[in-house]
């Protein structure tokens, strides 16, 4: 059973556009929730993270939304660039096994220019 | 300063051969994680190494991969009687602290087995 479900499996997005990440999780107990950024043929690397105690988090062009009664967060990108265009991975993990991230399946985004 | 690396990067191997994935953690991390990805999936967490400890090795699917870390650097997956489904890219990450919630796991570029 998947831990952490993630859509859209893929999204296409104009230059300057917002993208917009979901993801959403069934276990409560996790209290830790990382966004990573996967290039093609590299491994992933964190971009932003948050933790259940705040409801948002902005990292530059980069905003985590998070609805703990509703067990979803999103990962929000403003002023999408090409540069942008990569594979995310939302993460969840729970503090009794807090090494373990149960990943999404990712979202493949393409910036258009 | 040098990332995680991993080698070979990519490894092809006949069905039921024998495999070792080398993964070189960056220089004075505590921590060692193995994830195995799936083709268009998100990685999955195979075992986790404190230092030489194996601390955590519940996402090894079968008895046939094994992993270890015996001087708290380097790590080596080895998987025994390979199977097509072993197909995937196996991911190494490190982190520096040990263990400590909300450290960065930095990752390495993965070695893609392809099991023929």
Redesign the interface.
């Given at each position: 059973q998947q831990q952490v479900k993630q859509s859209p499996q893929s999204l296409i997005v104009q230059k300057g556009g917002i993208s917009i990440i979901n993801c959403a999780y069934e276990n409560t107990a996790f209290d830790y929730f990382p966004w990573y950024q996967q290039f093609p043929g590299k491994g992933p690397a964190l971009l932003i993270a948050i933790r259940p105690d705040v409801s948002e988090k902005k990292e530059g062009r980069f905003t985590i939304s998070f609805n703990k009664s509703a067990k979803q967060f999103s990962l929000h990108i403003m002023d999408s660039q090409p540069g942008d265009s990569a594979t995310y991975f939302c993460a969840a993990s729970p503090p009794y096994n807090f090494n373990k991230f149960y990943f999404g399946s990712g979202t493949k985004l393409n910036v258009k220019p | 300063g040098a990332g995680?690396s991993q080698s070979p990067r990519y490894k092809v191997a006949k069905r039921g051969q024998d495999v070792a994935l080398r993964c070189d953690p960056i220089s004075g991390h505590v921590?060692l994680?193995w994830y195995q990805q799936a083709l268009?999936?998100?990685?999955?967490?195979l075992t986790?190494f404190q230092n030489e400890a194996q601390?955590?090795k519940?996402?090894l699917p079968s008895d046939r991969f094994f992993a270890e870390r015996p001087e708290g650097s380097v790590s080596t997956l080895k998987i025994q009687r390979t199977q097509q489904e072993d197909s995937a890219v196996y991911?190494c990450?490190s982190s520096p602290q040990r263990?400590e919630?909300?450290?960065?796991?930095?990752?390495?570029?993965?070695t893609r087995l392809t099991v023929l």
């Amino acid at each position: 059973q998947q831990q952490v479900k993630q859509s859209p499996q893929s999204l296409i997005v104009q230059k300057g556009g917002i993208s917009i990440i979901n993801c959403a999780y069934e276990n409560t107990a996790f209290d830790y929730f990382p966004w990573y950024q996967q290039f093609p043929g590299k491994g992933p690397a964190l971009l932003i993270a948050i933790r259940p105690d705040v409801s948002e988090k902005k990292e530059g062009r980069f905003t985590i939304s998070f609805n703990k009664s509703a067990k979803q967060f999103s990962l929000h990108i403003m002023d999408s660039q090409p540069g942008d265009s990569a594979t995310y991975f939302c993460a969840a993990s729970p503090p009794y096994n807090f090494n373990k991230f149960y990943f999404g399946s990712g979202t493949k985004l393409n910036v258009k220019p | 300063g040098a990332g995680v690396s991993q080698s070979p990067r990519y490894k092809v191997a006949k069905r039921g051969q024998d495999v070792a994935l080398r993964c070189d953690p960056i220089s004075g991390h505590v921590s060692l994680f193995w994830y195995q990805q799936a083709l268009g999936q998100g990685p999955e967490f195979l075992t986790y190494f404190q230092n030489e400890a194996q601390l955590d090795k519940s996402g090894l699917p079968s008895d046939r991969f094994f992993a270890e870390r015996p001087e708290g650097s380097v790590s080596t997956l080895k998987i025994q009687r390979t199977q097509q489904e072993d197909s995937a890219v196996y991911l190494c990450a490190s982190s520096p602290q040990r263990g400590e919630r909300g450290d960065t796991q930095y990752f390495g570029p993965g070695t893609r087995l392809t099991v023929l």
